[in-house]
Nanobody, 128 residues
């Protein structure tokens, strides 16, 4: 059983930056797909970015390309999301999720039901 614990959320002004962290406890391999997802009030949860922890291959949703960077520290079993140039529309609860995987291809961000483990979420609020 993998437990994911997020941290790093907060309230910032538009244009500022935040870095989210997600530490995985109980991980038994280094072959996971891990992703960041978010849910704004009144909206459906959506995928933000994902990474294959073994290949390092990343993928971003169009609305964060060039502003957000997903990365990992395998020695600490920690996933990061560096968020720059934040906009008010980035306001949401951000969740990290993981799925143990055998191959080299991660489920699409739109297939959230394929991610097995989820964190509790961390609030990000961006004011204009």
């Amino acid at each position: 059983q993998v437990q994911l614990v997020e941290s790093g959320g907060g309230s910032v002004q538009a244009g500022e930056s935040l870095r989210l962290s997600c530490t995985a406890y109980g991980a038994t391999t280094n072959r996971y797909c891990m992703g960041w997802f978010r849910q704004a009030p009144g909206k459906e949860r959506e995928g933000v970015a994902r990474i294959h922890t073994n290949t390092g291959r990343t993928y971003y949703a169009d609305f964060v390309k060039g502003r957000f960077t997903i990365s990992q520290d395998n020695t600490e079993n920690t996933l990061y999301l560096q968020m720059d140039s934040l906009k008010p529309e980035d306001t949401a609860v951000y969740y990290c999720a993981a799925k143990e995987i055998i191959g080299s291809i991660c489920p699409p961000l739109g297939r959230m039901n394929m991610y097995t483990y989820w964190g509790q979420g961390t609030q990000v609020t961006v004011s204009s």
